[in-house]
């Protein structure tokens, strides 16, 4: 079964940091741009940051620049997300998802959720003091 399968969510207080991982199962993500999304209820689903495969290019949302980091371990099979300086408005599930590297314009610049092949389901951060 092919699968993405996000952890390390929860609550943290303003200020406070959160490392994310996104697990992939059933296939490999070598060749594969990984996306994190995330979703405040009410809100659309928006893009955070984005890594391509063939060099690690990076892009994030102007809203977390210089506060999260994307990286990924292919031997590990992993993607990582790590928060800091958590804000309130940072609250919301946390998603990665897998689109071919092919498409990278679309799914790290445009941020096309139709472009993305696999979703996982979510982890919730929640920043409140």
């Known amino acids: 079964q092919l699968q993405l399968v996000e952890s390390g969510g929860g609550l943290v207080q303003p200020g406070g940091s959160l490392r994310l991982s996104c697990a992939a199962s059933?296939?490999?993500?070598?060749?594969?741009?990984i996306g994190w999304f995330r979703q405040a209820p009410g809100k659309e689903r928006e893009g955070v940051s984005c890594?391509?495969?063939?060099?690690?290019?990076?892009t994030y949302a102007d809203s977390v620049k210089g506060r999260f980091t994307i990286s990924r371990d292919n031997a590990k099979n992993m993607v990582y997300l790590q928060m800091n300086s958590l804000k309130p408005e940072d609250t919301a599930v946390y998603y990665c998802?897998?689109?071919?590297?092919?498409?990278?314009?679309?799914?790290?610049?445009?941020?096309?959720?139709?472009?993305?092949?696999?979703w996982g389901q979510g982890t919730q951060v929640t920043v409140s003091s």
């Open positions: 890594i391509s495969s063939s060099d690690g290019a990076t």
């Open positions: 059933g296939f490999t993500l070598d060749y594969y741009a």
């Open positions: 998802a897998a689109g071919a590297e092919e498409q990278l314009f679309r799914l790290c610049v445009l941020w096309s959720l139709d472009e993305y092949d696999y």
